[in-house]
């Protein structure tokens, strides 16, 4: 089958490469000329773990191409991606879909043949059925289907998620486009991945509760956190208590610093004005979205507050700048807001991140950037880590307290156990559990 994806942002590119690894000849479209010259030299754009030997063999097996030119990739194709960005709108803060409506109405001029367009990008309810108004306006001739087929990866292990999803949403009422799918999802029905065929608007919505449903399981552990710590439980015991059971389940309950990304914190948002928008209000989400953005900025008053009221004059290092480990992405990111509050308050900050430097860079001025862990805790009054690097998670901590001015952590993460530091000679600081 010839597929055409739209877009070669982080979901498009690894959906892409994932459908030719199941044997569908794959054009990969993007109107960043810079950014398909680096694909058809085999750079990525993006930092995702094993994106690029994937790449590199389905384009050495002739079922990955990339180019800038639509028509003839849509031209082709009888299944069309649409994974172009759904930023947050400025100011609004409802998605952008923009860049969606000009691909559908690129990708109606060029259709040849029955075909079955699909928004991969996230998309808010009802965004399926202007799709369909544009394209059967551009277009009253054409044969096609417009399907909502939502992604569920996550940053950092999104080929794993595309190989073995929990499931496969697909949001159509045509039995012709439900084959196509069927077709092109096939080697998943071989693992039994379930499949669930459901309606457009079902689709477009599972895909924003979803999000926000784990936005909000987070949350409210990062609360739970904030409880631990006025009397005296530890987190860590309390998310693995409730995680045991199965209607709660153990994931997402890593108490932190509050979460990023490029999409929580955009999808919380996009679904409480569409929530707004048709009267049906999600006052728990509105405080979900809330509380995180307060938690973010909060966590350089512990920072401040470790360091015994003052940053004047202190240096501070700082491991990890991503939202998360295993990505290059800042998008979110809770250094965005500790960091700056931290050069604010009179500190100099120096950080170290193995992947997001270079990302970070422009979006961090001020920052004395560092070549590695330890390089970066020379003659800090304070280490913090915000982001939980396994490279983070082993640190010499006798080599710490060697180049540190004093042992003082602020662990955001957690990464380490508060009676192991305490033995270590540190005065440790975390999230929700009992500081030494
Ligand atoms: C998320 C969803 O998991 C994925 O299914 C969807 O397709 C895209 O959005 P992603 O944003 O890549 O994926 O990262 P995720 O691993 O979900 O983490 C999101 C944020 O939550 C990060 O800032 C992370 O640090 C934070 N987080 C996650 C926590 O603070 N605690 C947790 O227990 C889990």
């Known amino acids: 089958m010839h597929v055409a994806m739209i877009g070669t942002g982080y979901v498009g590119l690894v959906s892409g490469a994932c459908f030719s690894e199941f044997g569908a000849n794959v054009v990969c479209v993007d109107k960043d000329e810079k950014k398909i010259e680096m694909l058809e030299n085999g750079v990525m754009p993006i930092y995702e773990p094993g994106l690029d030997d994937l790449v590199e063999n389905n384009v050495k097996g002739g079922r990955l191409t990339f180019t800038t030119d639509l028509a003839s990739a849509v031209k082709d194709a009888s299944a069309v991606f649409i994974a172009v960005g759904t930023p947050t709108r400025r100011g609004d803060g409802h998605a952008d879909l ?53 992604e569920f990866l996550r940053e950092g292990s999104a080929i794993a998620d595309f190989m073995h999803p929990d499931r496969v ?109 048709n009267g049906a209000p999600l006052r728990i989400v509105e405080a979900v979205v809330d509380i995180n953005d307060k938690r973010k900025k909060s966590m350089a008053n512990r920072i401040i507050n470790a360091c015994g009221g003052s940053v004047i004059d202190k240096t501070v290092a700082v491991l990890g700048v991503t939202f ?87 662990d955001l993460r957690n990464i380490y156990e508060p009676s192991e530091m305490a033995a270590q000679g540190f005065v440790y600081h975390c999230i929700g559990r009992q500081e030494v």
Request: proline letters at 5%.
């Open 98 to 150: 923009s860049y969606v409506y000009a691909a559908a109405k690129e990708i109606a001029e060029n259709m040849n043949g029955y075909t079955v367009v699909i928004t991969k990008s996230t998309v808010p309810v009802g965004t399926g059925d202007e799709v369909e108004r544009i394209i059967r306006e551009t277009r009253p001739d054409a044969e096609f289907d417009v399907v909502s087929n939502p």
């Open 169 to 277: 949403v697909l949001g159509t009422a045509s039995e012709r486009a439900q084959k196509v799918m069927k077709d092109l999802y096939r080697p998943l029905s071989l693992i039994e991945t379930p499949i669930l065929f459901t309606s457009r608007t079902s689709s477009e919505l599972i895909k924003y509760a979803g999000n926000t449903f784990l936005a909000t399981k987070i949350t409210f552990i990062n609360e739970i956190a904030d409880l631990c710590e006025k009397v005296g439980a530890d987190v860590h015991h309390v998310a693995k208590g409730i995680g045991l059971d199965g209607r709660i389940g153990k994931k997402f309950l890593h108490a932190g610093p509050g979460y990023g990304g490029s999409c929580f914190p955009k999808d919380t948002l996009a679904l409480v004005h569409t929530a707004r928008d």
């Open 324 to 410: 998360k480990p295993n990505t290059d992405d800042m998008r979110d990111a809770p250094s965005l807001d500790i960091i700056p509050a931290l050069i604010d308050s009179g500190a100099s900050v120096r950080a170290f991140d193995p992947e997001g430097m270079d990302e970070a860079k422009d979006m961090l001025p001020g920052v004395d950037w560092c070549e590695d862990a330890y390089s970066t805790m020379q003659d800090a009054d304070v280490l913090v880590i915000i982001t939980e690097w396994n490279a983070f998670r082993g640190l010499d901590l006798e080599r710490v307290k060697g180049l540190l001015k004093q042992p003082l952590m602020v």
